[in-house]
């Protein structure tokens, strides 16, 4: 009996130890947003400011690559979760053939290097004469984000009951009745999972937007191009910002699928 509490408090001890270290990247960017910093860097505590909260977008590069982040993560999540909702539809609910060879094609955008991906694409984009733009970075984040919409999908439609829609149909429903009434909302925690999945995937990518990017600033490559001069205490503050907005989202489908419970 004692070793097993002993074994208990050593896993809860490990496992705190373990939140603490995967939090404290967080704790450090929101805690430097608020540091009255008065050189280039911001890597060193100089007192407390809420200055950079109200001069959030006074750096127009900062706020154009965030737009841009922003709006290229919003269209790609838009996209991949339409075609990834069809897709892990048809692969949770249908028997086809090449539906071995679709698995193993999502698993392994799954498996591939982002490296790799990046130079497939540069590849892909330069054979073809295509201008590298916003849209070729929507592009890539749609075809590396796809596949984790596809299996999140899948994981849901595999659970459901198939006489529901059978019943749907029986009544008198439609196809596109039968698939808005009673598979949609039955799917919808997985597409809304794998649509936040999409969308972080998106705004925090760097290694393969840096391969298609062109002249095209996106939130990650402009930090990583200001660590020579020093990162200003705005993209904290952004951080910060999108994190917090991750955090309501995250909770508020939690509480709306209890409540479905």
Same mark, same amino acid.
């Given at each position: 009996?004692?070793?097993?509490?002993?074994? !208990?408090?050593?896993?809860? +001890?490990?496992?705190? =130890? %373990?939140?603490?270290?995967? /939090?404290?990247? &967080?704790? *450090?960017? $929101?805690?430097?947003?608020?540091?009255?910093?008065?050189?280039?860097?911001?890597?060193?505590?100089?007192?407390?400011?809420?200055?950079?909260?109200?001069?959030?977008?006074?750096?127009? !590069?900062?706020?154009?690559? +965030?737009?841009?982040? =922003? %709006?290229?993560?919003?269209? /790609?999540?838009? &996209?991949? *979760?339409? $075609?990834?909702?069809?897709?892990?539809?048809?692969?949770?609910?249908?028997?086809?053939?090449?539906?071995?060879?679709?698995?193993?094609?999502?698993?392994?955008?799954?498996?591939?290097?982002?490296?790799?991906?990046?130079?497939?694409?540069?590849?892909?984009?330069?054979?073809?004469?295509?201008?590298?733009?916003?849209?070729?970075?929507?592009?890539?984040?749609?075809?590396?984000?796809?596949?984790?919409?596809?299996?999140?999908?899948?994981?849901?439609?595999?659970?459901?009951?198939?006489?529901?829609?059978?019943?749907?149909?029986?009544?008198?429903?439609?196809?596109?009745?039968?698939?808005?009434?009673?598979?949609?909302?039955?799917?919808?925690?997985?597409?809304?999972?794998?649509?936040?999945?999409?969308?972080?995937?998106?705004?925090?990518?760097?290694?393969?937007?840096?391969?298609?990017?062109?002249?095209?600033?996106?939130?990650?490559?402009?930090?990583?191009?200001?660590?020579?001069?020093?990162?200003?205490?705005?993209?904290?503050?952004?951080?910060?910002?999108?994190?917090?907005?991750?955090?309501?989202?995250?909770?508020?489908?939690?509480?709306?699928?209890?409540?479905?419970?």
């Amino acid at each position: 009996m004692r070793g097993a509490r002993a074994g !208990d408090r050593l896993l809860h +001890l490990y496992t705190w =130890l %373990v939140v603490i270290w995967l /939090s404290s990247p &967080i704790a *450090v960017m $929101i805690l430097f947003g608020f540091n009255d910093k008065q050189s280039k860097s911001n890597t060193t505590w100089q007192g407390f400011t809420l200055r950079w909260y109200a001069e959030l977008f006074d750096i127009s !590069d900062l706020t154009v690559a +965030l737009r841009n982040s =922003l %709006v290229i993560a919003l269209v /790609s999540t838009v &996209i991949t *979760v339409v $075609i990834g909702t069809m897709l892990g539809l048809a692969l949770g609910r249908h028997r086809f053939r090449g539906q071995g060879a679709t698995n193993f094609l999502v698993f392994a955008a799954i498996s591939t290097p982002e490296l790799v991906m990046g130079a497939s694409l540069l590849s892909l984009f330069v054979s073809g004469n295509v201008p590298r733009d916003a849209n070729t970075i929507i592009i890539s984040h749609v075809l590396f984000s796809l596949s984790f919409v596809v299996v999140t999908v899948r994981a849901r439609v595999v659970t459901l009951d198939p006489s529901l829609e059978e019943a749907a149909r029986d009544l008198g429903a439609t196809a596109w009745g039968t698939f808005r009434q009673v598979t949609l909302p039955a799917i919808l925690p997985g597409v809304m999972a794998g649509g936040m999945l999409a969308f972080a995937l998106s705004i925090d990518d760097y290694v393969v937007t840096s391969f298609v990017n062109g002249s095209t600033v996106t939130f990650p490559l402009w930090i990583v191009g200001a660590v020579k001069t020093g990162i200003p205490p705005q993209v904290n503050v952004m951080g910060t910002l999108i994190f917090c907005i991750g955090v309501l989202i995250a909770v508020g489908n939690a509480v709306a699928a209890r409540r479905r419970s």
